[in-house]
């Protein structure tokens, strides 16, 4: 069955037998999160659009954006990233760590998604953050050669905030 044909039986389901759209299976997974799970963004798009859509989480506590982000698609997290903004919920999902520690920031630089990337540290995701494994962003990067552009422009980020941080420390008041 294709993303289509999917999101089709999706809208009969909730327009024609009122199907319960906020249901979680044994993973605590509801279709909002699993479609963002296996980035179907057209079905996630939908999905965040209904009034009726709640936004939860997993059994790891990650929320749409992390399930997003960690399906490797940007098309998708890009949606909800999008969406989320016009929610006015951007920051919180941008923020929110999962039962890890980990951020969409962390998940989106392991799979070398670099126009999240980006877009999440515009957000304010940090590029400082370690997870329960004691890895950042950037170390996530290095552990993939796919992910290698996400490093450079991680890396960039970093420097400036070094140069920013030495700058702040040869301040003298007189």
Known sequence: MSKRENLEMIKFLCRDLEFDI????????TPLLLAASVGN????????????????????????????????????ALTVMRLADKLGIVDTLVASVNAFKQTPLHLAAQKGLCDVTQELICN?????DADDFNYTPMMYCARDPKAASCIKMLFTIFE???????????????
Do not use: R, W
């Open 22 to 29: 906020n249901a979680k299976d044994e993973q605590d997974l």
């Open 41 to 76: 963004a057209t079905t996630v798009e939908y999905l965040m659009t209904l009034p009726s859509t709640e936004l939860t989480f997993d059994e790891d506590n990650n929320n749409v954006l992390h399930l997003a982000c960690s399906s490797g698609s940007e098309k998708t």
């Open 124 to 128: 304010g995701a940090s590029i400082n």
């Open 160 to 174: 400036s905030e070094i140069q920013n941080k030495s700058k702040m420390t040869d301040v003298t008041f007189d």
